[in-house]
């Protein structure tokens, strides 16, 4: 299974981003899928997960609200919507899928596959 996550950039505070993970060599359709990021001298941390229905969506506390997490299944691709930008949400956001389903999704140790990363920073 390879993903690879794109949309990053450079954007101002209060701007918006709308970051994309393709998944290949398997459809994405069948398991959840998940953003992390990490953030300089940070380890990487929850953002948001959809299960395979996207009829489950997970927050972290942080961008709840902000950023939004949709799936096209059709196009084996998982979107993060990211608004109301600050420069707290500079990072490398990662996406990332499990291999099983009925496990926590919020855990970073629940995902097997993940993207190269895509940076995403914002200008204060």
């Known amino acids: 299974v390879q993903l690879q996550a794109s949309g990053g950039g450079l954007v101002q505070a209060g701007g918006y981003l709308n970051l994309s993970c393709a998944a290949s060599g398997r459809t994405s359709k069948d398991y959840a899928m998940g953003w992390f990021r990490q953030a300089p001298k940070k380890g990487r941390e929850f953002v948001a997960a959809t299960t395979w229905s996207g009829r489950r969506t997970y927050y972290a506390d942080s961008v709840r609200g902000r950023f939004t997490i949709t799936r096209a299944n059709a196009k084996n691709t998982v979107y993060l919507q990211m608004g109301s930008l600050s420069p707290e949400d500079t990072a490398v956001y990662y996406c990332?899928?499990?291999?099983?389903?009925?496990?926590?999704?919020?855990?970073?140790?629940?995902?097997?596959?993940w993207g190269q990363g895509t940076q995403v920073t914002v200008s204060s």
């Open positions: 990332g899928a499990p291999d099983i389903c009925g496990i926590d999704l919020t855990q970073e140790s629940s995902y097997k596959y």
